[in-house]
Every structure is written in C-alpha cells, then in structure tokens.
C-alpha cells in the first residue's frame, strides 16, 4: 500500500462513514417518530432539533473512534468478524462519551428507544458500505484501474525479499515493470527503463550501505523529476525533499520533486474537471463559431490533434483548433532554419504555414480552447507546463530538463504570463515551469489563472 495514498483512502472512508452514521441516526428518529418500529402506545417524542447534539457527536467521533480500533488498516485483507469487532469497540467508546455529556454537560436524551435503534443499525450498515468498497477496491485492481506502475533497482537479492514480501492484495495495487541490479548494471540503464516504461515511482533498496551507488540512483530519479524510495539511511539532496513513508512492512525515506498527494491535490484536480466541463458547456457556441470559421478558411480537419508528452513523459493526443494548412508538420525540417527558440522547441514569429484565421486564432489563444476536454479527461490541469511534442522531448539534450514533465501539463503556467513566445530561451522556459512545480500552491494556480485572462484578452507575446 503506498502511504499518501492509503492516507487519502482512509480520510475519504472516514468523511463517507461519519456522513453514513449521520443517515443512520436520522433514519432511526424517523422511524420512532412515525412508530413504525413500536407500540402505538409509546408516547410522541420532541422535534429533531432536540436530538441534534447527539449528531453532533456521532458523525465526527463515530469515525474517529472507529480509526483508533485500527478499523480503516488493512480494509481489503481484513475478516468480516474483525470487522464487526472493532465496530463493537468504537461503538462503545462513542456510548460512553454520550454519556459523559449527559452527565456532565447536562444534556438530556430525548428517546432512548431511537438511540437503540441507531445502535442496532448503524454496524450494518457500516459492514455493507465496507462490504462494497472492497468488492469494488479489489475489482478495479484486477481491471488495472489503479495499480501504480513502479520500477524496482538496487540489489537483487533484497529486492527480490521485497518482492516476497507482498501479499495478494499489494501485488494488485503496485505493479512492478521492471526489476534493474544495479550491482550488474549502471545508472544509465536505469534511466532508460523510467523513459521506456514512463513510470513516477522508482523504488531503491540496498543491503548495505555504498553511498556513490546510492547517490548516483537518486540523483538519475531527482534529474527524471520521479520519485526515489529508497530503504536505507537518509541521502543529501538539492531538489527534492524527503519524507518518511511506508512500502507494505518495510520503511521507506521518499525523495519527492513535486507536492505530494495532498487535499490541496485532489482539489486542484476537482477544480481542473469542474472547470473544464463548465467551460465546455458555456462556451459550445462559440465552439461552433470557431468551428465553421477553420473549416470555411482551408480544406482539412477542424481539430488538430498531437502526440504530446504528458505526467512523466506518458504520451497523450493533444486537441487544438486547427490553425495551419494541411502537410505543415511535413515542412517542418525545412523551416528549422528559421527557429527563434534556442534548444529543441521549434517557434517561428511568421510562420508561412498557419492560416490567416489561424493566426488571429493563435492571437487570442483560442486555439487551445479544445484542450478542456484534455483537462476534463485527465490528460492536462487548467495550470502546468505547457506539454511539448514528443520528438521535442525525445531532443532534449539537458536531461534536467525532463523535471518539467513531472507534474501534469496545463492550458497556462508561469511561461504565458511572463512573456510566451517573447521568451526565446528554453532554459529560461524551463526556469519558469520548475519555478512553478517547486513552489506550487492552490494559490499560485489561481493567481496564474487570474493573470491569464488580461493577457490573452490582450494578446501579449502571442504569434
């Protein structure tokens, strides 16, 4: 189980069940109240803002109690009856701090009865909801749906020990694409398997300490731009910072170049898809517009589509309006001599091969429009390096360089704002993109967006 994640999984359970417990206990006034569970005889019982502090109490320390039980570990692993045991325990701890606010807070219990019943039916529905997430955990394993895709060097004898280690459930949830010996092999071949397999996670393990092996293997992830967890004693670092994780029984210190799965994380990714299919949807009539002006301008397709290197160099088909005539990629060797940009990024100010609409449409920037629906599928972010062809990816000769693809690409970064196609350095392109993957925050996002709008409305440093 690679820690962050299951951290996420874990907080994501507990928001889910503390949200469950509150259903339940609503659903157990209901039926006291309308005497569907008892007597006619029993007496009516007071309105439900009288039984709302016990909700208040339920829903947050419900979950609370049930992580102290070690209720959220090993979920996929873990016997019914385990279950239900540490369902048994959270729920008497929550019982008596029920209690102990009646005691000494005062507080009354309206209807001992819904209570009763909440109990009974809360474990239920705690075991079926539990019940559910692993058939469903453990059938998108098996489709492949959330596997990580790791490689593993070092010694082979530990890493083969690592390897045993894993139980059924964790062989699901890491794939393993390669194993590299690095005691038969360099850290030149070890680079080339993070370019064939196009992995973020590279796992180190060695049985004893040799410190230019280890260095030379962190150094080639940090330089990559992909994680290096590596099971021995800590390695100084420029870049990346370190922090302590866990790789099934084994500890691991991970050296991270980009922020780490965070809420910040998986909010920047609902706002990205949020966003994305807002903007698909208010501006579809321009869309049309667009559209009909392309195809109305020259014969050809009206979307343009690329293979561009997304999140650590994995190939993606990037969506653009089309704003060249047909053949143009053809012609491209015979205009290299007319390159504005230094290193591999081809950029030309009078490119004789766009179309007239396709200038105005470079211009305004909205030929990038269609690159929402990259956003809304996962493929880019609203806010990240601009991704690059592959074949200028392949030429980078800077292998530093390729630290810009460890984090999504995006429609805007630091590049648009501060001058685009006015910047004729790729290192300085790339000074501007690392800038922002080490200093990234929701913040600096929205600032970004922010400073975007004035300058495509404006045109600045666009051809």
């Known amino acids: 189980m690679i820690a962050r994640e299951k951290e996420i999984r874990i907080q994501l359970n507990q928001l889910i069940d503390g949200v469950l417990l509150g259903g339940v206990f609503g659903l157990a006034y209901l039926l006291r109240d309308n005497k569907i569970l008892m007597l006619d005889s029993l007496g009516e019982i007071p309105e439900f803002k009288y039984f709302l502090w016990m909700l208040v109490v339920i829903m947050p320390f419900g979950p609370f109690f049930l992580e102290l039980q070690g209720y959220y570990s090993y979920t996929l692993e873990k016997k019914v009856w385990k279950s239900l045991e540490q369902i048994a325990r959270a729920g008497f701890w929550l019982t008596l701090l029920l209690g102990v606010s009646v005691i000494f807070l005062k507080l009354q219990v309206p209807s001992r009865f819904t209570l009763f019943v909440f109990c009974v039916m809360a474990p239920g529905v705690l075991l079926l909801k539990e019940h559910l997430y692993i058939l ?138 949020s966003g994305a299919a807002l903007g698909l949807l208010v501006l579809a009539p321009l869309f049309a517009l667009l559209a009909l002006a392309v195809k109305m301008s020259s014969p050809g397709p009206v979307i343009f589509r690329q293979r561009r290197a997304g999140i650590h160099g994995v190939p993606f088909t990037m969506l653009k309006f089309r704003t060249m005539y047909l053949g143009a990629e053809k012609q491209h060797g015979e205009l290299a001599a007319l390159n504005e940009m230094s290193g591999p990024v ?118």
């Open 136 to 273: 469903w955990r453990v059938a998108r394993l098996k489709r492949g749906g959330s596997g990580e895709r790791i490689i593993m060097a070092g010694e082979k004898k530990i890493l083969q020990d690592i390897l045993s280690s894993f139980t059924p459930i964790q062989r699901l949830e890491i794939q393993v694409v390669e194993v590299v010996d690095l005691e038969v092999v360099d850290t030149e071949y070890l680079i080339s398997a993070i370019h064939r397999h196009n992995v973020g996670r590279v796992v180190l393990a060695f049985s004893r300490m040799d410190l230019d092996k280890v260095q030379r293997a962190i150094e080639a992830c940090e330089i990559e731009g992909v994680e290096a967890w590596l099971s021995v004693d800590f390695i100084m670092t420029s870049v990346a910072k370190p922090t302590y994780e866990d790789l099934g029984p084994r500890p691991m210190l991970v050296f991270r170049v980009t922020p780490d799965l965070s809420w910040a994380i998986l909010v920047k990714s609902g706002i990205d898809r």
């Open 346 to 463: 081809f950029k030309v100010e009078n490119d004789p091969r766009v179309t007239p609409i396709g200038r105005w449409l470079r211009k305004t920037s909205l030929d990038e429009l269609p690159q929402l629906g990259n956003v809304l599928f996962g493929a880019m972010s609203l806010v990240g390096p601009r991704p690059l062809p592959l074949y200028e990816v392949e030429n980078f000769k800077n292998t530093s360089h390729r630290r810009r693809l460890s984090m999504k690409p995006g429609l805007t970064c630091l590049w648009q704002i501060r001058g685009r196609n006015k910047v004729t350095s790729f290192d300085e392109w790339v000074r501007m993109d690392l800038e922002y993957i080490d200093n990234w925050s929701l913040r600096l996002d929205l600032q970004i967006l922010l400073r975007t709008i004035p300058v495509v409305v404006m045109g600045s440093g666009a051809r």
